[in-house]
């Protein structure tokens, strides 16, 4: 009975301490940080012509892009950076069909894991919203039940609700802070943005997730 315990636990570690297949983040060097720049600089170049043009377009976003400026945040965007919890390090996200999963390494008294969550993104049919849900949180090839996700989070997430209330520095979030619970069911975010240059306003049309890319048909309103 020890024996199958103890097989049972090893097994349990392991799990834990899995690496998906698909978390590659980018290291910072210097090829990085000018391959980031040159990417963020195209992007932001691409969607802000085409917003004065007027006319719905898409803009294609590649998840090898996407962990380059991740990993680069802390220059391309210092204030963005800060946002962040520290406990989030060595950040990659993947697309695959219909979904985009993104992990982080976390470590605590020695131990190490990489934590990984998918989510669906889904445009409302009334294009009114944005729908986000959260399908799936991993340990390592460990699936994260919803108790257990709430016990963890929602007191996080209700400091931070609190946090950006007051409107203090630092706070992760900005404005209203759905509990677990709704984010598993789905919540649903108003399709209404404003891109910072020219203060241009525009909507989703639809969100198109692939292996390694995602393409978003964007909407000058």
Same mark, same amino acid.
């Given at each position: 009975?020890?024996? $199958?315990? #103890?097989?049972?636990?090893?097994?349990?570690?392991? @799990?834990?301490?899995?690496? %998906? #297949?698909?978390?590659? %983040?980018?290291?910072m060097d210097d090829t990085v940080l000018r391959r980031a720049k040159v990417e963020s600089a195209e992007l932001v170049e691409f969607i802000g012509t085409h917003l004065v043009v007027g006319d719905p377009f898409?803009?294609?976003?590649?998840?090898?892009?996407?962990?380059?400026? @991740?990993? @680069?945040? #802390?220059v391309l965007s210092p204030e963005a950076a800060e946002r962040i919890p520290r406990e989030i390090v060595q950040f990659a996200a993947a697309f695959e069909a219909g979904s985009l999963r993104f992990g982080f390494l976390a470590e605590r008294g020695?131990?190490? @894991?990489? $934590?990984?969550?998918?989510v669906g993104l889904e445009v409302a049919e009334s294009s009114d919203d944005i729908?986000?849900?959260?399908r799936d949180v991993r340990i390592g090839a460990v699936s994260v039940p919803r108790w257990a996700l709430r016990r963890v989070l929602d007191e996080r997430l209700r400091t931070e609700a609190a946090r950006s209330t007051r409107g203090e520095e630092g706070s992760i979030f900005r404005g209203r802070v759905e509990p677990v619970e709704a984010w598993t069911d789905g919540v649903?975010? %108003?399709n209404r943005f404003t891109w910072p240059n020219g203060r241009r306003p525009f909507r989703i049309e639809r969100v198109?997730?692939?292996c390694g890319e995602a393409r978003v048909r964007i909407r000058p309103l």
């Open positions: 009975m020890l024996w $199958v315990v #103890s097989s049972a636990m090893l097994v349990f570690c392991l @799990a834990l301490e899995c690496k %998906p #297949s698909w978390y590659r %983040p980018a290291v898409d803009a294609v976003l590649t998840q090898a892009s996407i962990n380059d400026m @991740a990993a @680069a945040l #802390s020695g131990w190490r @894991a990489i $934590v990984n969550v998918e729908i986000v849900t959260l649903r975010v %108003p198109t997730m692939e």
